[in-house]
């Protein structure tokens, strides 16, 4: 789910520039639902979005519904972590600071260089937490797949303890099996 602000920018000049790109992707359709879900969620975790997504409305409808389309897909890729909290709190944060980062961006475009000091360096800090989420996230993924490989090493162990059983076990339910499948 973790995408780079510049990948944002880009997914969303190349929605500008070519709307009809868009109909290949595997976002999920576009309904007012939908619409109103991704505005809420976007409104509860990176309120300085709004305007830019208004403004995107206004400027490119298509544009602004496949943003809106992806917010939604990020909506619905969280609700699958509610049970890793951890790593929902990671991605949540990682799409915050994204956007963030994304809000940024747009405004770093119309300032003149007197003023765009103070803005870099709040990218710069959105940068540095970006990658620090990166390699939080990366040690959670680590720490799962120990868990994953210690549980997998242990039912190895198990099934090779009981390996003549598993076969008797095993070789019985397939004959049931033969056994219910005659006429």
Known sequence: MSRTVFARVATLAVALL???AASADPLPRFTEEREAAALHFVKK????LVPLLDDLKKANRGAYERQVRETFQVTELLADLQDDPKRYALELSVWKAENKAFVLVARLAALKDDDRKAVEEQLLALAKELVELDVRSLEHRVEVLRTELGATKDELSKLRDNFDRTVKD??????????????
């Open 18 to 20: 070519f709307p009809d």
């Open 45 to 48: 975790h990176c309120p300085e």
């Open 170 to 183: 095993r070789h019985e339910a397939l004959l049931d099996r033969a056994r219910k499948k005659k006429p």
